[in-house]
Each structure stands twice: as C-alpha cells, then as structure tokens.
C-alpha cells in the first residue's frame, strides 16, 4: 500500500468490540490519500459497494507514487501509475480521479497540504471523506510512512478548514465557497476501528481494481500478482469479520463532525 518499501502490513490491537455499519444517508464522498494504490489496498471494496448503490465517490492523491518502483525513474513511474491509477478508479465505478502534485515520499504536513485538500473538498462538497491511517504506527511494530501520516492527519484537519471562510480566503478568491457539510470522516486501514462495511458485494472488483497496478506490484514481489492480491486482500477483510456478524468487511474508523 503506498510504496514498494513497505512491509506487509498487519493490524494489530483490535478490541472484541462489535463494528457498527457505516452512515449509508449521503450521496457525495471524497477520498483523499498519499499514492497510487493506497485506496485499492485499503477499500476498494467498500467502494465498489457505494458506487453500485448509486453514491459518487472521487478520488484526490497527494502524488503520482513517482518514488514508488525502485527500477524506474521518476519521470517514468509517475505517468505509468497515474494510468495505473485512473484504470482502477474505473473498475470500482470512479471516473475522477485527481492529482495534487506534492512531492512522492516527502510529503510535509503543513499549511500548503491542508490548503490543498481543503479546497478538492470545496470543489467536490462531499459528505463523506476517506482517508489512511494517520497514525504512527499500523499497529505494535509496524511503523507507518511520513506521506500516510502527513496526508491522513491533514485531512482530517481539512475537513473543518474548508468550511471556515477565514481560514485560506484565497479558495474564496478563486470562487470556491466554503462547504461545511462534511459529516464525517472515515479512516481506512486503522488500528482502532469503529465501523464497517461488507466487504462480499465489492470484493471480485476489488481484485481487479488492485491488479490495475501491475508495475507497481511487479516492482513489489516476485509472486504471482493474482495470488499476491488475493491473498492480501481476502486477509484483510476477514480480519475484521468476527466484528461484523461473521462477513468479510472493509473497517473504517468513523469521525464524526
């Protein structure tokens, strides 16, 4: 999920808690992560689910993942998983997917991210925004990266700033008006959390939207990329099972606003 230098990532510190369902009462989502492929890692199912049901979901990534293949240059990789990108956004029924341009693996959590976050939720006034895990860690020992830490916490941040006309004026300047209607924010891939969606509906796609990356899964494993996706994604979803009434799911940790 992000880029090749990641470890195989297991959850860890869950609670025997039951997961409630996810708020279903929206029709505009945004997601918002660091790299190609963090969100067919992380929820792609859940949002297969969605776009089926007839909501809109878009997505926003902070970079192109142009650092993400150890054997390809930069100016190379960074169009290949753009395409990468957009081709699995298609499966899973999202035609817009968009580009910030930070810097791939040097993301810095500051002022000019949360700007430009706040204002992708200005231009798509969403009800729903989805994130990464912000967090240092994905559970223990599994250190989590500075883009997913810098995107994720920014995000949730941004989902105030763009309904607060005074802070960024210039996105009024520019004729975007502020929207305070994001209800909540739910975060993919966390070690604490708090809802779910199942996973059954949108799982198949969820394959294909994940095998749509297929130099960067080259560049990660020497493994057959069919069986290396489904096996990190049918784990993923049972992991969370015995909290939902036994189904695979997609768990989020839900904020609510």
């Given at each position: 999920?992000?880029?090749?230098?990641?470890?195989?990532?297991?959850?860890?510190?869950?609670?025997?808690?039951?997961?409630?369902?996810?708020?279903?009462?929206?029709?505009?989502?945004?997601?918002?992560?660091?790299?190609?492929?963090?969100?067919?890692?992380?929820?792609?199912?859940?949002?297969?689910?969605?776009?089926?049901?007839?909501?809109?979901?878009?997505?926003?990534?902070?970079?192109?993942?142009?650092?993400?293949?150890?054997?390809?240059?930069?100016?190379?990789?960074?169009?290949?998983?753009?395409?990468?990108?957009?081709?699995?956004?298609?499966v899973v029924g999202v035609d817009t997917v968009e580009f910030l341009d930070h810097k791939d693996g040097v993301i810095e959590y500051g002022?000019?991210?949360r700007r430009d976050i706040a204002a992708a939720i200005r231009r798509h006034r969403p009800e729903l925004v989805i994130t990464l895990n912000?967090?240092?860690?994905?559970?223990?020992?599994?250190?989590?990266?500075?883009?997913?830490?810098?995107?994720?916490?920014?995000?949730?941040?941004?989902?105030?700033?763009?309904?607060?006309?005074?802070?960024?004026?210039?996105?009024?300047?520019?004729?975007?008006?502020?929207?305070?209607?994001?209800?909540?924010?739910?975060?993919?891939?966390?070690?604490?959390?708090?809802?779910?969606?199942?996973?059954?509906?949108?799982?198949?796609?969820?394959?294909?939207?994940?095998?749509?990356?297929?130099?960067?899964?080259?560049?990660?494993?020497?493994?057959?990329?069919?069986?290396?996706?489904?096996?990190?994604?049918?784990?993923?979803?049972?992991?969370?099972?015995?909290?939902?009434?036994?189904?695979?799911?997609?768990?989020?940790?839900?904020?609510?606003?």
């Amino acid at each position: 999920m992000g880029e090749a230098r990641h470890p195989n990532r297991i959850l860890r510190g869950m609670t025997n808690d039951q997961l409630e369902t996810m708020p279903s009462d929206w029709q505009r989502a945004l997601a918002v992560v660091a790299h190609p492929d963090d969100l067919e890692y992380g929820c792609a199912a859940a949002v297969a689910a969605w776009t089926d049901a007839g909501k809109e979901v878009a997505y926003v990534l902070a970079t192109r993942g142009e650092a993400g293949i150890d054997g390809l240059a930069p100016a190379t990789c960074g169009p290949l998983r753009e395409q990468e990108q957009r081709a699995s956004a298609a499966v899973v029924g999202v035609d817009t997917v968009e580009f910030l341009d930070h810097k791939d693996g040097v993301i810095e959590y500051g002022i000019a991210l949360r700007r430009d976050i706040a204002a992708a939720i200005r231009r798509h006034r969403p009800e729903l925004v989805i994130t990464l895990n912000h967090r240092d860690t994905w559970g223990n020992t599994f250190w989590n990266t500075p883009d997913h830490r810098a995107v994720g916490r920014a995000t949730l941040d941004a989902a105030a700033d763009a309904g607060n006309r005074w802070i960024f004026p210039e996105l009024t300047e520019q004729g975007l008006e502020p929207w305070n209607g994001v209800r909540w924010v739910a975060v993919a891939g966390s070690t604490s959390p708090t809802h779910a969606v199942d996973a059954g509906p949108g799982f198949e796609r969820s394959v294909r939207s994940l095998l749509e990356h297929q130099a960067y899964i080259k560049g990660l494993t020497d493994e057959d990329p069919e069986a290396y996706v489904r096996t990190f994604l049918e784990a993923n979803v049972q992991r969370s099972a015995d909290r939902f009434g036994g189904r695979p799911a997609v768990a989020f940790e839900v904020f609510s606003r």
